[in-house]
């Protein structure tokens, strides 16, 4: 069983004609929706609304296979997202966030003991007070030994004391089995120039690598995909695709990751740090081309399995 822990929101996207329609996500809220239809066990930890988006919300988790019984409900508001699109379908994201539901979480105590993995990330480990809630389930989950999954996903907007917030995501290191970040997020994360070359990256991340987790696993965009381990890297060309917009296509990455070491039996730290550059490249292949999907629609959809295995 895997446990993808975080916020869900609403986004308002920008239709062709200029309106703003309302689309259920969030970081680890496609995560789950992302590895649940990919037909991985998953449960969703987070807080969320009783209000209308909030019953939306835990209608398309449902629908997505995703289990709720570690969803808390709670009259708080849900967060909302304004989405802006480049002309490459890039987007940036205006954030309305005080006094919303996702903030509330209460820890859940320990786990239920078939829980396997546990992924983190995005607006969870930055507001307060959910932020401090989830590192303690990042703490606890990383002691009794789960696969722990980090993307953080940087919002650098909410992140008031950016050099506090780094010096938190280093203290996550050790607790983290398996880093998935994009190339922007990495050179934001190091302080390195937005124009630096993956070179550079690839060095940071061998430090990260060296901190605590098994594998980095970079998103680069139009690029592709890659993965650093303690002895290789290895890349994987982008799959082709007309796109709509990218929102949702690095959480896809990460909930097909999930799914695919699940259904690979790779679903602990042992297992991650043990797969060759074959398997890897399947890996990372398996997920670059459910994004691609998620990029050709409009908002956060991630493919259906079968959808998958149409392609």
């Not at 829980?115 to 590192?135: H, I, K, N, Q």
């Not at 919002?155 to 994009?182: C, E, M, N, T």
């Not at 060309?237 to 796109?243: A, K």
């Not at 949702?248 to 259904?263: E, F, I, K, S």
Request: some cysteine; hydrophobic content about 40%.
């Amino acid at each position: 069983m895997i446990v993808v822990a975080g916020e869900s929101l609403v986004d308002l996207v920008p239709t062709p004609e200029g309106h703003l329609a309302p689309r259920l996500g969030g970081g680890p809220y496609n995560v789950a929706v992302a590895a649940g239809r990919l037909e991985a066990p998953v449960r969703f930890l987070s807080r969320i609304s009783t209000d209308l988006f909030g019953d939306r919300l835990v209608e398309r988790l449902h629908a997505s296979n995703v289990r709720t019984e570690l969803v808390q409900r709670g009259p708080e508001p849900t967060t909302l997202a304004v989405v802006g699109l480049a002309d490459d379908g890039s987007a940036r994201y205006s954030f309305y966030v005080d006094g919303t539901a996702d903030r509330q979480v209460t820890d859940p105590g320990p786990l239920p003991d078939d829980v396997r993995a546990v992924s983190f990330g995005t607006l969870s480990l930055v507001l307060e007070p959910g932020a401090s809630t989830y590192e303690r389930v990042l703490w606890r989950e990383s002691e009794r030994g789960a696969l722990t999954v980090l993307d953080p996903n940087i919002r650098a907007g909410l992140i008031r004391d950016p050099l506090a917030y780094r010096d938190r995501y280093d203290s996550w290191l050790p607790h983290v089995s398996l880093l998935k970040v994009s190339v922007d997020d990495a050179r934001w994360l190091a302080e390195l120039p937005e124009d630096a070359p993956e070179d550079d990256v690839l060095e940071v991340a061998r430090d990260w690598v060296a901190a605590g987790p098994a594998a980095v696993v970079l998103t680069r965009g139009g690029d592709g995909l890659a993965v650093l381990t303690a002895n290789d890297v290895i890349r994987v060309p982008p799959t082709p695709v007309t796109v709509v917009d990218t929102i949702g296509a690095g959480d896809t990455v990460q909930g097909a990751l999930l799914a695919w070491l699940h259904h690979h039996d790779a679903l602990s730290t042992e297992a991650v740090r043990g797969l060759d550059g074959g398997k890897w490249a399947e890996a990372l292949s398996y997920a670059g081309a459910a994004a691609a999907i998620t990029c050709s629609r409009a908002g956060a959809e991630p493919p259906f399995k079968r959808e998958l295995e149409m392609t």
